[in-house]
């Protein structure tokens, strides 16, 4: 079995082992996904939007259903820490950055 996450705008291949998560693939590969819990549920920054192959990640868990809310069938977009790629090729795009708030 293989597996292969491209993530975009950058349109970067990165091969990867079935089990992995998108987060963790993008952060060996260099990709500049957003964190501050650094993969462990909590910070809700880590979000991607699924392009192609949905079918190919773990089902949304609750973490993601308590940060994202239960609208992934609009918006498609996962935490990617907690996105498990099973096998196949999964197509996703980093979220836009958050503008930060003036006080
Ligand atoms: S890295 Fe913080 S929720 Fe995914």
Known sequence: MSATIRFLPAEIDCPCEPGESVFDVGRRNGIAIETACVGQASCGLCRVRVIEGEEHLSALNSHEERHLG????????????QAIIAEGRVTVELAPKRRRRRK
């Open 70 to 81: 239960n609208v992934y069938y609009l918006t498609k977009e996962r935490l990617s820490c």
